[in-house]
């Protein structure tokens, strides 16, 4: 739950809100990057609550997937690590 509010997940070109399993998603944050074949790819609460969620590059160049912390305004702050493909959240 995001706020009490219904669900938050990540999916290619943002993050999204939901009020339910049911409802049409709600873009909170658009993915934003120089990078035409990036995306997010997924994405869990981290254990201080935030949600988390990172990108990877489809065209596998260079190291630059990141992680992002989604704040309470919905807004993404990248945070200070780069790699090829910042996902697999789900599995750590």
């Not at 065209?59 to 910042?86: H, I, R, S, V």
């Amino acid at each position: 739950m995001w706020r009490d509010e219904g669900f938050i997940l990540a999916a290619k070109s943002g993050i999204y809100r939901l009020e339910s399993w049911e409802s049409n998603r709600e873009l909170v944050a658009p993915l934003i990057s120089e990078y035409p074949r990036m995306r997010f790819n997924d994405g869990r609460a981290a254990p201080s609550g935030h949600f988390v969620a990172g990108t990877r590059n489809g065209a596998k160049l260079g190291d630059q997937g990141q992680f992002y912390q989604l704040t309470e305004n919905g807004q993404t702050n990248p945070m200070p690590m780069y790699a090829w493909a910042c996902c697999y959240l789900a599995i750590q």
